[in-house]
């Protein structure tokens, strides 16, 4: 079983601010990591996911995020934010079985990133 | 187009109603989902369907009903609703093969039970 531990319920930051959302996980086998966002009243969307490959993955928007597989950590940073990345951010793993990732993303329970001007 | 579309988008109704949320997805996918979010923003997996078969089933309780018709659709009927089901819950549809293990959501029907 896969769980995913995110200790920062909320985050805030000035804009133009560097920031870094904490995000590890737990498994027995290897897994697939995800970052989604969502905005207020809004559905969640795809921002990066490590599947193999280099341990650091982009977003189109800045963001990225480094798989850490000693540490158990998959943390994503910004070097600067802006007023429009406010939203709740929500780590989440897939484990892998032989054939690929199982049917089952497990999600962290969010942080909440606060951009103040 | 709207890849995955629920409706309604948003319910309100009264303890011991019947209420049902659709769900239907263009993006070709074979795999669907249902998950709860609930008013601390967690989210946990209820229901996934692959090809119109039950594949995952957690601990729900048996008043809610997931139905799929066709691989494009998955539907989620909750009898005799109960203040605790208030919550915003979210369909969300991903392929099997390769299975990347990425889940492309709706944008979530909020259920409030007065």
């Known amino acids: 079983a896969q769980s995913v531990t995110q200790l920062d319920s909320q985050v805030p930051v000035f804009e133009e601010a560097p920031v870094e959302l904490r995000c590890n996980y737990s498994s027995s086998v290897s897994v697939y990591l995800f970052w989604y966002v969502q905005y207020p009243n809004q559905g969640l969307q795809l921002l990066l996911k490590y599947l193999s490959g280099s341990t650091l993955v982009k977003s189109i928007n800045g963001f990225e995020a480094e798989f850490n597989k000693s540490q158990t950590s998959f943390h994503l940073r910004k070097p600067s934010v802006h007023i429009s990345d406010t939203a709740e951010y929500f780590c989440?793993?897939?484990?892998?079985?032989?054939?690929?990732?199982?049917?089952?993303?497990?999600f962290g329970t969010g942080t909440l990133l606060a951009v103040q001007p | 187009d709207t890849a995955v579309s629920q409706t309604p988008k948003y319910l309100v109704t009264q303890m011991g109603n019947d209420k049902s949320i659709k769900c239907e997805q263009n993006l070709g996918h074979d795999t669907m989902y249902w998950y709860k979010q609930d008013s601390k923003k967690f989210l946990k997996i209820m229901f996934s369907y692959n090809n119109k078969e039950l594949i995952i089933n957690e601990t729900v309780p048996n008043r809610f009903s997931p139905k799929s018709p066709d691989k494009a659709h998955l539907n989620l009927h909750i009898n005799s609703l109960e203040l605790g089901d208030s919550a915003v819950y979210f369909c969300a549809s991903s392929h099997s093969f390769p299975n990347t293990g990425e889940l492309f959501f709706g944008e979530g029907s909020r259920l409030t039970v007065l």
């Open positions: 989440a793993v897939s484990g892998l079985t032989y054939g690929g990732a199982t049917n089952k993303l497990i």
